[in-house]
């Protein structure tokens, strides 16, 4: 079973720096260093935020950056905003037989 | 732009088949991507459903027990889901999304890109 967990929430004040956890498990060989992230504002689709571990897709704002240590991923948010309350997601390839897996989700606040 | 929108019956009874089309506009459906249905369950997280290549080939999570089934038409440029035997745990929003990566220098770890999401769709399973 492959699991991608993330903290259940995480707060901050507008212009503070926060950082989301991805750490992986996985009994069939999933591979959790390189995972995109996903951003997520009640009653929409996901948004693509960060691939690649750390790239950010055209009009994705430069406060948001991607990371990794160990078997861990991270994604910080720099100068929080309150646009950035939402639930963020990271995903990554999951081993040969699920193939993706999604994080457990953060809900992000903006005190 | 690229654009995915999906379409189907909202409402399914139990034990009959769910049936959503996505269709998919300012892309090639034939042009080397990952097509690919991702669910969300009432206040809960992303689910990973299964894919279809350009190619036709596909795969789905083993989780719903071969219930899936995924086609494309290139000439209609849509792809679609059929997941049959439906129970209430089934009820959901369904996305379909682009899935634009692809495999690192080792051949063996795929790393999974989807940029590109339709609005989803509410599918709620009862009688």
């Known amino acids: 079973q492959s699991v991608l967990t993330q903290p259940a929430s995480v707060s901050g004040s507008p212009g503070q720096s926060i950082t989301i956890s991805c750490t992986g498990t996985?009994?069939?060989?999933?591979?959790?260093?390189?995972v995109s992230w996903y951003q997520q504002h009640p009653g929409k689709a996901p948004k693509l935020m960060i691939y690649e571990g750390s790239k950010r897709p055209s009009g994705v704002s430069n406060r948001f950056s991607g990371s990794k240590s160990g078997n861990t991923a991270s994604l910080t948010i720099s100068g929080l905003e309150a646009e950035d309350e939402a639930e963020y997601y990271c995903?990554?390839?999951?081993?040969?037989?699920?193939?993706?897996?999604f994080g457990t989700g953060t809900k992000v606040t903006v005190l | 732009q690229v654009q995915l929108q999906e379409s189907g019956p909202g409402l399914v009874k139990p034990s009959q088949t769910l049936s959503l089309t996505c269709t998919v506009s300012g892309a090639s459906i034939s042009g080397g991507y990952y097509w690919t249905w991702i669910r969300q369950h009432p206040g809960k997280g992303l689910e990973w459903i299964g894919y279809i290549y350009y190619s036709g080939s596909s795969y789905y999570n083993p989780s719903l027990k071969s219930r899936a089934t995924m086609s494309l038409d290139t000439s209609k440029s849509q792809f679609s889901l059929k997941l049959s035997s439906v129970t209430a745990a089934d009820t959901a929003v369904y996305y379909c999304?682009?899935?634009?990566?692809?495999?690192?220098?080792?051949?063996?770890?795929?790393?999974?890109?989807?940029?590109?999401w339709g609005q989803g769709m509410m599918v709620t399973v009862s009688s």
């Open positions: 995903c990554s390839y999951a081993g040969s037989s699920i193939l993706r897996v």
């Open positions: 996985s009994s069939d060989g999933g591979n959790y260093n390189v």
């Open positions: 999304a682009r899935d634009a990566g692809f495999y690192d220098s080792s051949g063996y770890y795929y790393i999974p890109i989807f940029d590109y």
